[in-house]
């Protein structure tokens, strides 16, 4: 059964979408529910032309309404589809197939009767069609339209004056029926569609705004925090150390001859660099750590529960030899190593600023030292 929909939309609906490359996923699906609605009113008045050909006997002027009004039916379809796929332009292709529809029943409202017409019911089509499609304010000016046509045909009732009706009396019950159906029929096909479409909609909403607060919050080549996200964790854990009255310690990381690397293989490798560097630093942290890029060569991580400056610099000595296995991309091995500071909470600062302060001073005076891996140890308490 899923095949049949996936058939429609890939040889119906899919070529009849304006072929722009900077077609929002939003108006793609608005741009889907104009053609689907096209072609469903197609299949229906084809539906209807073949019923009533084959299944009533209806007499020649009938027939003649009702083929004046499917051609000039299909020839709005037709215009709305081009000009929907060729110009793009949704709001103009759904007010000519919208104004063609009207004529068509204009025409067969002429000849049935005028204001006694039974497609009378369908005139609310128009309208209906033009709120979901378009929007209030179209449906506010179509209804405007059907009430003015209704005034005028209601007037020249009253005037005494007698349309023609092509409909014989015996027919009529079942021309009533076909012109409520056919406006009760439309109307539900719209709607549900117009759900679906929402709902859709909704879900694709939904997801984009779930990946623009990813993204805006986390670093595009390592995929860890980054440096607005991070400050918002320090101050978070601030909050929630100071009223349960417990620590935790911020690390500093900075590549050791980060720029060499760039300067000489190229941007390139050294993006490798860091997104191998992230992943180590993701193997040796805790769930409830949080790492973050705070930019180019700059890590930092949150180690909340962690005060004792012994055990941080057996934590730091541990991302050191782990970072310190050689890396190979593109036959080329390069030795990653950080040099590394580190503060607590609120034993060197108790705001976000003055324990990245802390936190970096010792980093540099690591890196001044060149040798890692033994200045931990030698870090000030």
Not at 58 to 74: C, G
Not at 163 to 168: L, Y
Not at 339 to 363: N, Q, R, T
Request: with cysteine.
């Amino acid at each position: 059964m899923q095949k049949i929909p996936n058939l429609f939309r890939s040889y119906l609906i899919e070529p009849w979408l304006p072929q722009t490359p900077d077609t929002s996923n939003y108006q793609r699906h608005r741009n889907r529910f104009v053609v689907s609605v096209l072609w469903g009113t197609l299949l229906y008045i084809t539906a209807v032309v073949l019923i009533s050909q084959l299944g009533f006997d209806i007499e020649i002027e009938s027939r003649q309404l009702l083929t004046v009004f499917s051609l000039t039916a299909i020839l709005g379809i037709v215009s709305a589809l081009f000009t929907l796929r060729f110009t793009g332009r949704q709001i103009l292709a759904l007010n000519l197939f919208i104004t063609t529809l009207s004529f068509g029943l204009l025409y067969i409202v002429l000849n049935t009767g005028g204001i006694y017409s039974p497609m009378v019911p369908c005139a609310i089509i128009m309208p209906a069609l033009a709120t979901l499609s378009i929007g209030a304010r179209a449906g506010i000016i179509w209804s405007f339209i059907i009430f003015v046509f209704s005034t005028a045909f209601y007037i020249a009732a009253k005037a005494g004056i007698v349309f023609a009706n092509a409909i014989a009396p015996e027919t009529e019950v079942l021309a009533e029926f076909v012109g409520i159906f056919t406006a009760s029929t439309f109307i539900i096909f719209i709607t549900v569609y117009y759900d679906i479409s929402t709902r859709r909609l909704r879900a694709l909403f939904e997801s984009e705004h779930s990946k623009f607060i990813h993204l805006a919050h986390h670093d595009s080549l390592t995929g860890l925090a980054n440096r607005r996200h991070f400050i918002n964790e320090i101050e978070r854990a601030i909050f929630d150390a100071s009223i349960n009255n417990t620590s935790f310690c911020v690390l500093y990381f900075d590549l050791n001859e980060f720029k060499n690397i760039n300067d000489t293989l190229g941007h390139h490798y050294g993006d490798m660099i860091l997104m191998e560097f992230a992943k180590r630093l993701r193997a040796q942290s805790r769930a409830s750590d949080i790492i973050a890029r705070l930019g180019g060569d700059e890590f930092s991580m949150l180690l909340p529960g962690l005060g004792d400056s012994e055990v941080i610099k057996t934590k730091i000595l541990s991302y050191s030899e782990a970072l310190a296995k050689p890396l190979t991309l593109e036959d080329i091995t390069y030795q990653i190593s950080a040099s590394i500071g580190y503060a607590i909470y609120p034993k060197h600062g108790k705001d976000c600023e003055s324990l990245l302060k802390v936190a970096d001073h010792k980093m540099y005076s690591v890196k001044r030292s060149n040798n890692s891996s033994a200045a931990y140890s030698k870090q000030p308490s």
